[in-house]
């Protein structure tokens, strides 16, 4: 049993003076593993105050001096990669393949941002004005708790690179990932309040920071809800904003994809962490003239998919998070049913075999239309569902016709024909015959998947502010 009862605030692991204790659990097991002593309202102003006094020094120094700090950060992330690892199975149920394929990202994050500060011009002239691009202030970095390590990297990543100093706010329910990584911050020797990490709940620490006077710049990402109401709360001192919101993307398999490689791709980024994935893939666009095609490969492919026990490497799909996510879940494959959308694969309950834990039956529907809730919101679990179409023009307009706009994916063996349809898409990111972006390309969300890009240029200027002076 796992105790968390420090918070790291101005270089130091100290006790918060919030005293609720939240139970952890592990999603496999349903069974309590730890436990987190959560900050409260007074730890965030703490942390806040420690951010402020090291912002004065930390926003004047040199290039040099924070690519070293970022290469330390780097070695450090890179050294506790194994315990995030261990960390993120036992907390939220991650499998090999999400863990494998994209938690490096998180130490390369912070290389990332030191190679571009090699070539980055903070001051350039135009004309008889010289911009000079300034460091913001105090950022607040709020995370989901899948993923937790990648999602914090990249916000202090860019944030550090800029001369920000840093609270991060992770999820409540990510204790175990986040202790690692105050251990990484702490190991990195940075100077004292440069980073500050505060776990606590939304509505005390995380609208605290986002309503505080002393924050610049709130960097999130989350739920479309939670988002908007850090709009509200920033709108009163015009905070600067990042927000990675949710997705509900499509993946269009043209009528000349590669058939068994696009839907395998589909269902993989689908199913992706549980079918806990911003980006994941969950509206399958098959044309009508292919669709016994698709729906006998998906059937094929599924085993590949079955939910099981997360700490066994062959597992594709693991629980989801909390009984509470399984609940809501679990009244999406309802609602598809009720909606008049047929099963083609899974369906209520737990899978066969599996007597505890929170595991969802990956599921997809068939028959699916556009305009119902299934196709439309975020249901954040393994549940996919397949919608026809007659040519690349609905294509188009059904994969648009989302509030979200995250990404989107295209199958096709015609190079051009797939760049024609990728080019109508309004998407943040769109991945033509691959379901995994390019990690120097900007990656954020249209509409109400977000405001803003993380990564390269496009994270690194959205901690900055441009201050001309014409002399
Ligand atoms: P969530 O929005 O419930 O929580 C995210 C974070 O916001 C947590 O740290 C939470 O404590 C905090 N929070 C909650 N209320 C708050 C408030 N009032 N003020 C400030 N902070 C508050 O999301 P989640 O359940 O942790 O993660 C799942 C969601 O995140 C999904 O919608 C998913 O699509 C989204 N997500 C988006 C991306 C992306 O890059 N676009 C990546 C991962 C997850």
Request: hydrophobic share 40%; charged share 20%.
């Amino acid at each position: 049993m796992r105790k968390i009862h420090q918070v790291y605030i101005d270089g130091h692991f100290v006790t918060p003076h919030g005293t609720e204790i939240a139970p952890l659990h592990n999603p496999a097991t349903e069974q309590v593993v730890g436990e987190v002593r959560l900050a409260d309202e007074t730890d965030a102003r703490a942390a806040v105050a420690a951010a402020k006094r090291s912002l004065a020094g930390f926003s004047r120094t040199t290039k040099l001096e924070r690519i070293a700090l970022l290469k330390r950060l780097s070695t450090s992330f890179a050294d506790r990669l194994d315990d995030l690892k261990a960390a993120m199975t036992e907390e939220y149920g991650a499998v090999r393949g999400i863990i494998e394929g994209l938690l490096p990202l998180a130490p390369k994050m912070f290389d990332e941002a030191a190679e571009l500060l090699e070539s980055y011009e903070f001051q350039q002239t135009r004309g008889t004005t010289t911009v000079s691009m300034e460091p913001l202030g105090v950022a607040v970095a709020i995370t989901p708790w899948n993923l937790s390590a990648v999602f914090v990297a990249q916000k202090v990543a860019s944030a550090l690179a800029a001369g920000c100093t840093v609270v991060v706010k992770p999820s409540e329910l990510s204790a175990l990932q986040t202790q690692v990584m105050m251990e990484a911050f702490d190991a990195a020797d940075l100077p004292p309040g440069v980073v500050n990490v505060v776990t606590g709940r939304g509505a005390s620490v995380g609208d605290t920071l986002t309503s505080h006077p002393d924050v610049a710049k709130v960097d999130f990402t989350g739920s479309t809800g939670v988002g908007q109401r850090i709009m509200r709360n920033a709108a009163d001192t015009f905070k600067r904003l990042t927000l990675e919101l949710g997705g509900k993307s499509p993946t269009i398999l043209l009528d000349d994809a590669d058939i068994p490689a696009a839907v395998g791709a589909a269902l993989t980024s689908g199913f992706l962490n549980n079918g806990q994935t911003c980006f994941a893939g969950t509206r399958i666009l098959a044309p009508q003239s292919k669709l016994d095609e698709v729906l006998a490969t998906i059937e094929s492919a599924m085993p590949a998919f079955a939910a099981g026990d997360p700490t066994d490497p062959a597992t594709g799909v693991g629980p989801v998070v909390s009984q509470a996510q399984f609940d809501r879940v679990q009244n999406y494959i309802r609602l598809g049913q009720e909606e008049g959308a047929r099963l083609l694969a899974g369906g209520e309950g737990r899978p066969e075999g599996l007597g505890e834990g929170w595991f969802v039956q990956p599921t997809v529907f068939t028959g699916v239309t556009n305009d119902m809730r299934i196709a439309r919101e975020e249901i954040f679990g393994p549940v996919l569902v397949v919608i026809s179409y007659q040519d690349d023009d609905e294509a188009v307009a059904i994969a648009n016709d989302s509030p979200f706009g995250l990404q989107a994916h295209v199958f096709s063996s015609d190079p051009k024909r797939a760049r024609q349809v990728a080019e109508q898409l309004e998407a943040g990111t769109v991945l033509v015959n691959r379901i995994f972006g390019d990690p120097g390309a900007p990656f954020g969300g249209t509409k109400q998947s977000g405001i803003g890009r993380h990564h390269h240029t496009y994270g690194l200027e959205s901690y900055l502010e441009p201050r001309a002076i014409t002399a």
